[in-house]
């Protein structure tokens, strides 16, 4: 059976990437989301009993688990609580959530003194101006392009893909190729059974 070779094209043209952004990208050993407008499309669904409805990209959280098992850790930080979320991030084995934070420097601090991390190797990913403050502090910040445009000039990127719809993911991806973790982590993938990926 045909396998991909390990000098194929990767899926983004990182080679184009400034070498600036690079560094930045380098340094990231962990990477917080925000929730609404990044990993959903922004929009909510309440039910008559009032609880909500969120939709979630399984291309994004695939995305999100080859980070971890590279080794980057992963945290959510959303100015909302829903329980929805709270399912999706145990879904995904996310243990560092914060909820219901308006200042979201707040659990951000709180997340580099429990890991020790400093600013600079953490990366931040929002869309609206409540998350300019860590997108200011975080050594990668990146913005998804249905974001308000008044966050845009902290941002060290905007990615192609929409939030809720693979922006996520493409980030995800970006930091694996760059950090030169992308051909171990789709190694399990290449496999004609387990076995052989032992």
Not at 76 to 81: P, Q
Not at 167 to 173: H, I, N, P, S, Y
Request: charged share 25%; net charge negative; proline share 5%.
């Amino acid at each position: 059976m045909k396998t991909e070779s390990k000098n194929a094209p990767s899926p983004h043209a990182i080679d184009g990437l400034p070498e600036e952004l690079k560094r930045r990208i380098l340094e990231v050993r962990m990477m917080i989301f925000d929730v609404d407008g990044v990993l959903t499309d922004g929009k909510v669904i309440y039910m008559d009993d009032g609880s909500e409805i969120k939709e979630f990209d399984v291309q994004d959280g695939h995305g999100i688990k080859m980070l971890q098992r590279a080794g980057i850790e992963v945290a959510l930080i959303s100015g909302r609580a829903c329980r929805a979320v709270e399912h999706r991030a145990r879904g995904l084995g996310i243990s560092r959530l914060y909820q219901g934070f308006t200042v979201k420097t707040e659990p951000y601090k709180q997340l580099l003194a429990d890991t020790g991390l400093k600013e600079n190797q953490t990366g931040f990913m929002g869309d609206d101006l409540i998350d300019i403050p860590v997108m200011r502090r975080a050594g990668f910040s990146v913005a998804v392009p249905n974001g308000v445009p008044h966050i845009f000039p902290y941002a060290h990127y905007v990615t192609g893909a929409r939030g809720g719809h693979g922006a996520a993911r493409e980030v995800c991806e970006m930091i694996l190729q760059v950090q030169g973790l992308w051909e171990k982590s789709i190694e399990r993938y290449l496999c004609d059974s387990p076995r052989q990926c032992l």
